[in-house]
């Protein structure tokens, strides 16, 4: 595949129209505006397919995952609040996209994920646009227990619960972003831990992601 390394005027002035986009569709939050504005998503594409590369859609990636649409990724950043130097585990690297927005945001990233052939792209293009989150090949659904406790906890694919080994991998005072539901649609859920065994939760907007799949999920 092609892939297209060159960011020039035309890649910017895309960005910058996908974050008006993205304003108009409710997102608020000027440091999530900003990342998604600075990382260059058509970095990700096969060259063929660039024109697509800065439309709000989701596009197939291999592996039967896809890239998630712009609006996801600014949604569950938004709803992550994070603050610079927080501690936060990726479940689902997939392109490796969220993980660069979350890096721009100021945070530590630990990001995992199953599928080995997405792996290897990742550990060599993420580092080659200048970012480096600690990277994990496994089963994201059992989270890495051996970094947790983690300030915020972020899975970019659809469970069809919450995984209880999550929340104790929350640091208390911790959130966890997860898309809940069946294997066609899921709410997404902010969970905060408000006590060793108390937990917040909250059910927001509907979502369709690709299935979480491991031990603890599908």
């Known amino acids: 595949m092609a892939y297209k390394f060159i960011d020039n005027y035309r890649e910017k002035g895309a960005r ?7 304003e108009s569709r409710g997102i608020q939050d000027v440091k999530v505006l900003k ?3 600075k990382v260059p998503r058509h970095y990700f594409f096969d060259e063929t397919f660039w024109n697509q ?14 890239i998630s649409q712009p609006y996801t990724v600014a949604y569950q950043s938004e709803l992550l609040h994070v603050k610079r130097g927080d501690k936060i585990l990726e479940i689902g690297t997939g392109s490796g996209y969220q993980t660069c927005i979350l890096l721009e945001l100021g945070a530590e990233v630990f990001t995992i994920e199953r599928q080995e052939s997405l792996y290897n792209r990742t550990i060599q293009v993420l580092p080659y646009m200048g970012y480096k989150p600690h990277f994990f090949l496994g089963d994201g659904s059992k989270g890495i227990a051996q970094y947790a406790p983690y300030d915020k906890i972020i899975v970019t694919a659809g469970a069809p619960f919450v995984p209880e080994v999550m929340l104790q991998q929350l640091k208390l005072g911790g959130l966890l972003v997860i898309p809940v539901g069946d ?6 859920v902010t969970i905060l831990r408000v006590g060793e065994n108390d937990f917040e939760r909250i059910e927001l907007d509907t979502f369709r ?3 979480l799949v491991g031990d603890k999920a599908w």
């Open 35 to 37: 990342a998604i504005g």
């Open 16 to 22: 910058n129209n996908l974050v008006k986009h993205l």
């Open 183 to 188: 294997e066609k649609t899921q709410k997404m």
């Open 53 to 66: 590369a800065y439309k709000d859609i989701a596009f197939p990636i291999g592996d039967g995952q896809t």
């Open 209 to 211: 992601f690709v299935p």
